[in-house]
């Protein structure tokens, strides 16, 4: 096959970080490539190149022989390049079809209420066929603001957003992290769907496993360089993490077992099992997304209210009111939505990370040099790939954002961390990190409830774990009592008594 993209000598820097250096990739017609490596090793800029978003410094980009107009969204984009980001791109304010058809509106031929009825059953219908339902009649309502949609509904919107394009490449930036893996599965169908219609796909995905499933070929970046582009027939997830990291990565899942305490919370849901968390031990709550594992931890850390919800504090009985109230108790939690949630992304790292501690600090307010004083310490221990204490946060990588996250609840010292989907697009590397400090914590006493829709991860890193299904803790299975296929006979409904 013919290369439709065709990328040579590409480079591009920030200030003192060399972002890309030398890059030289081609993209064949019909083919699905995937793109891997740590954060930071390039992947987004590089996306960000042929999108439109950044200019690189050197080097030649083109499509179908023709250059490429790089530094122009709109013009990328009537070249046949559509993009989905990471991190969602969406208006919050507006609905599903509204975002979908966003500057694209005269795509439908009608005109008034007639072009917004043929918008919304476009809409709908494409949501339809990427989750596999009936024309028509999809879950995702096209109507609703995307603001009330859950994160793996505004992700479909993402994706059918993309494919309302007539387009010759479409660039996928984690489009699976946070789907289950019935809708893993359809977005795999879709894209060979694209693939056997003759449109390439540029695919970067963590889950390497489902690079290895998915694509055609795959190329390596290490450091914004390439290491090296390989079919996927010659390819090992041995060969890819070594490629990444520079090392061979054995042991994926690095459980150490710690010998658990006395309970440092129980909460007893108005229906449905008791959850319990001691110290020295991570606990898991699986489930399909929607069974209602991030509304009982929001509830916990008094985010939302649940009538009849009970928690026992150390064998007290709390209310946590707000966060405020749950972090003074000793409760830290990593939202699944790192920027919507868990950073202000105008703020620098250093103040991120002293966020939750200011109520210990004299009058709530502190110096640079207090502030350099709690952040460096754990910008160093985490390995926080950084130019400045006092950067935006925003301007880093997915994995060092998480890091942040991860850092401000160090430094409160909290004694139960709930962690919601930590590892969502970030790279093996960081993967393999964010699992040592969770060992370094049950070392010392804390509690760790951990959110995963990754269940080989949930599993590994559990000690114990709940199922959850509709809104209730159905299951409660032991270390030496649980399988993949336990856990989704629990989640799916196939087995129902509760133990």
């Not at 030649?60 to 984009?77: H, I, K, Q």
């Not at 658990?260 to 991570?282: K, M, Q």
């Not at 489930?287 to 009982?296: C, H, K, N, P, Q």
């Amino acid at each position: 096959m013919e290369p439709l993209l065709v990328l040579r000598g590409v480079t591009k820097r920030y200030g003192g970080v060399q972002a890309l250096a030398g890059v030289d990739l081609d993209v064949r017609a019909g083919e699905v490539h995937g793109l891997v490596g740590e954060n930071g090793a390039g992947k987004s800029t590089l996306l960000k190149i042929l999108s439109g978003a950044v200019v690189p410094d050197s080097g030649d980009v083109r499509l179908a022989g023709a250059a490429l107009p790089t530094g122009s969204p709109r013009a990328c984009e009537a070249c046949g390049i559509s993009t989905i980001y990471q991190e969602f791109s969406l208006v919050p304010g507006l609905t599903g079809t509204q975002n979908i058809f966003l500057g694209h509106e005269s795509s439908a031929p009608e005109r008034g209420a007639a072009r917004r009825a043929a918008m919304r059953e476009r809409a709908s219908s494409l949501l339809a066929e990427l989750l596999g339902e009936t024309r028509g009649s999809s879950r995702v309502d096209p109507d609703r603001p995307v603001r009330e949609l859950s994160v793996p509904e505004r992700q479909m919107v993402e994706i059918a957003r993309a494919l309302s394009r007539e387009s010759r490449l479409i660039l996928m930036d984690e489009p699976s992290a946070t789907l289950t893996e019935q809708e893993t599965a359809r977005l795999h169908a879709t894209v060979r769907g694209l693939r056997a219609r003759g449109v390439s796909v540029l695919y970067i995905s963590h889950r390497l496993e489902e690079v290895l499933t998915l694509a055609d070929r795959v190329t390596v970046l290490r450091d914004g360089r390439r290491v090296e582009t390989i079919p996927v027939a010659e390819a090992t997830l041995d060969r890819l993490i070594r490629g990444m990291v520079g090392r061979s990565i054995r042991e994926h899942y690095p459980k150490e077992p710690a010998p658990p305490g006395d309970a440092i919370i129980e909460i007893e849901p108005p229906e449905g099992l008791p959850v319990r968390v001691r110290a020295g031990e991570v606990v898991g709550l699986a489930g399909l997304v929607g069974s209602g594992r991030t509304e009982l931890v929001r509830a916990v850390f008094g985010v939302d209210r649940r009538p009849g919800l009970r928690v026992r504090w150390c064998g007290h009985p709390i209310q946590a009111r707000s966060p405020a109230e749950a972090i003074a108790l000793g409760i830290g939690m990593v939202p699944e939505d790192r920027q919507g949630q868990g950073l202000v992304l105008g703020l620098g790292v250093d103040v991120n990370i002293a966020l939750p501690s200011l109520d210990r600090e004299s009058g709530g307010w502190l110096s640079p040099a207090r502030l350099r004083e709690i952040a460096r310490p754990l910008i160093r221990d985490l390995q926080i790939h950084l130019a400045d204490p006092s950067q935006p946060v925003r301007g880093l990588s997915g994995g060092n954002q998480q890091k942040v996250v991860l850092a401000k609840w160090l430094a409160r010292q909290v004694r139960l961390l709930i962690l919601d989907e930590p590892t969502r697009g970030i790279d093996v590397g960081a993967k393999q990190e964010m699992y040592r400090l969770m060992n370094q914590l049950t070392r010392e006493g804390k509690g760790i409830l951990l959110i995963s829709s990754d269940l080989p991860e949930v599993l590994a890193m559990s000690d114990r774990l709940y199922v959850m299904r509709h809104h209730r803790v159905i299951a409660e299975l032991p270390g030496g009592d649980r399988s993949p296929e336990t856990v989704m006979a629990y989640a799916t409904g196939a087995v129902g008594a509760m133990r």
